[in-house]
Structure formats: C-alpha cells, structure tokens
C-alpha cells in the first residue's frame, strides 16, 4: 500500500472519530449509543478506539475496540489500471494490438 493510500486512511479514522457519527458505536455491555472519546494508532492501519457508554446513569462503562483497514472491496482506480497495464505487457504484440482495436 501507498504512503498516500495509508495518509488517506488515516484520514478517514481522524475523521470518522472526530465526527462521531459517521460511525455508530454501541455499549457491548447495554446495546446504548457510545462516544468515542479518543484513539490511539497501534499501526498505520489499526487504531484503538477509546469509547465510553452514553447512559452514565445505568452502565457508565468505558471500553475499547479496535478499528482496522481488512481490504478493499474495489481497487483504487491508479491500481486496476496499472494491474491491467501490466497484464497487457506481458501478451504478445499481436494480441496487445487487437486488444486497443488496431
């Protein structure tokens, strides 16, 4: 992965963390809504959320979870187009010529 996708995702959790609700987050221990309070980056694509229940009154509870970048579902548009350049390269000239129309 690029320093500029890994900046991009770091971005994203800032972010997400600092608005608050992009993100729902609930108690494990009442289902209630949680708040994000703080983060902490164990690496350039995991984070430790640090997260507190919003019903003080009957749970109060404090907790945190993790946050990780697993995979992309959709490449980024640069990496397909490399893939496919790459793919092309590597066929001889004939099919490569067919394959642009010529």
Same mark, same amino acid.
């Given at each position: 992965?690029?320093?500029?996708?890994?900046?991009?995702?770091?971005? &994203? +959790? &800032?972010?997400?963390?600092?608005?608050? &609700? *992009?993100? !729902? &987050?609930?108690?494990?221990?009442?289902?209630?809504? *949680?708040? +994000?309070s703080? !983060?902490?980056?164990q690496?350039?694509?995991? /984070?430790?959320?640090?997260?507190?229940?919003t019903?003080?009154?009957?749970?109060? *509870?404090?907790?945190?979870?993790?946050?990780?970048?697993?995979?992309?579902?959709n490449?980024?548009?640069?990496?397909?187009?490399?893939?496919? /350049?790459?793919? +092309?390269?590597?066929?001889?000239?004939?099919?490569?010529?067919?394959?642009?129309?010529l």
């Amino acid at each position: 992965m690029s320093d500029k996708q890994t900046l991009y995702i770091i971005t &994203v +959790i &800032v972010l997400l963390i600092y608005i608050g &609700v *992009a993100m !729902r &987050v609930t108690c494990p221990n009442c289902g209630s809504k *949680a708040t +994000i309070s703080s !983060r902490e980056n164990q690496s350039t694509h995991v /984070a430790d959320l640090y997260i507190s229940c919003t019903d003080v009154k009957n749970c109060g *509870a404090t907790f945190v979870s993790t946050l990780a970048f697993k995979h992309y579902l959709n490449p980024p548009r640069q990496t397909t187009a490399q893939l496919a /350049a790459s793919l +092309i390269k590597n066929l001889p000239r004939e099919q490569q010529l067919e394959l642009i129309g010529l």
